[in-house]
């Protein structure tokens, strides 16, 4: 299994608890934000999304600097399978 390193830690306890939030209040969010995520482990890049007046992907717009291994880890962290 691929794992984050130290320096990729704080990011994803930052999304990890971002994410954790969502489950209760938005769960539609949730869910999609985790599709997401289970999308980009796979090396995907998230789905379309629209940045602008353009459209681009989840994983260019926000996530351009993530590994796929960090999306595995806020997925473990959740408790959501790959």
């Known amino acids: 299994m691929v794992r984050a390193t130290r320096t990729q830690d704080q ?18 969010l949730y869910d999609r934000m985790t599709h997401e995520f289970r999308n980009m482990a796979q090396g995907g890049d998230g789905g379309p ?7 681009t ?3 260019y717009a926000y996530f351009n600097k993530w590994t ?15």
């Open 11 to 28: 990011p994803i306890r930052v999304m990890t608890r971002r994410i954790e939030g969502y489950r209760r209040e938005h769960p539609s």
């Open 49 to 55: 999304y629209r940045y602008g007046y353009t459209w």
């Open 68 to 82: 796929d291994a960090m999306f595995v880890k806020v997925l473990e962290n959740l408790g959501e399978p790959l």
């Open 57 to 59: 992907t989840v994983r």
